[in-house]
């Protein structure tokens, strides 16, 4: 998930780097999801800075790499129940609601759900489940969530990673999280972009219309 003023920076700092990432993308051998602008609190600002981040995200995304984000993707509290009919006006096709700090939604037992705007407009959205894992969450086996995960028809693992100088925050190797991802690919997992997850999820599962209140 990066906010789209990257884009900006890189493309004035940096533009071999930026070409670097227009390459992987075009390979699909990364992802960027997100799509707003700068790192979205729109429960804080409101309406208007809402809209800017959205359109504002895709406009960065769209000149800077030649496409559109496909599946939304935030950190904050970005949350209200008009987000659909607004995603998909601003060009996103699917959602994710792991959001890391204040403002989640309270976890749904779906895999994927069609969520759903007050106006009837729906989009493809990974709701919160058990699957989606915090950025708290370090040096441990996926284990205990696989099985929690059992029966499921599109199973999903999402480990929110945030990378730090050693000793502050979070970390700052990636190297547990390999480990515990090649130990759970032995057991039948496997890795995927998360709009290919989305794709391949529509194919296995029901997706049931949600409509989520703010105040879930």
């Known amino acids: 998930e990066f906010d789209a003023y990257f884009l900006e920076a890189l493309a004035a700092d940096d ?33 208007e800075s809402a ?54 939604p309270a976890a749904l037992p779906h895999d994927l759900i069609l969520w759903e705007a007050p106006d009837g407009t729906t989009i493809p959205t990974i709701p919160n489940h058990a699957g989606m894992l915090s950025c708290a969450r370090q040096w441990k086996s996926y284990h205990e969530v696989a099985a929690q995960l059992a029966g499921r028809p599109a199973p999903l ?11 502050l925050d979070w970390g700052a190797s990636t190297m547990p999280y ?29 997706t049931p219309r949600q409509r989520i209140p703010l105040d879930q």
């Open 157 to 167: 693992i999402f480990q929110w990673m945030e990378l730090w100088v050693p000793g």
């Open 15 to 47: 533009p071999a780097y930026l070409q670097v990432i227009r390459a992987l993308l075009d390979r699909r051998l990364m992802e960027l999801p997100g799509g707003t602008f700068g790192q979205a609190e729109s429960q804080v600002f409101g309406y």
């Open 51 to 104: 809209l800017r981040q959205l359109t504002f995200g895709q406009a960065a995304y769209r000149q800077h790499l030649g496409r559109a984000v496909d599946t939304f993707l935030v950190e904050e509290q970005n949350f209200f129940p008009q987000l659909p009919q607004l995603l998909r006006l601003a060009g996103f096709k699917y959602a994710s609601l792991q959001f890391q700090n204040s403002g989640t």
């Open 178 to 206: 390999a480990e515990a991802v090649h130990d759970l690919e032995a057991t039948g997992f496997r890795q995927m972009l998360l709009t290919d997850y989305i794709q391949w999820a529509l194919g296995r599962c029901d």
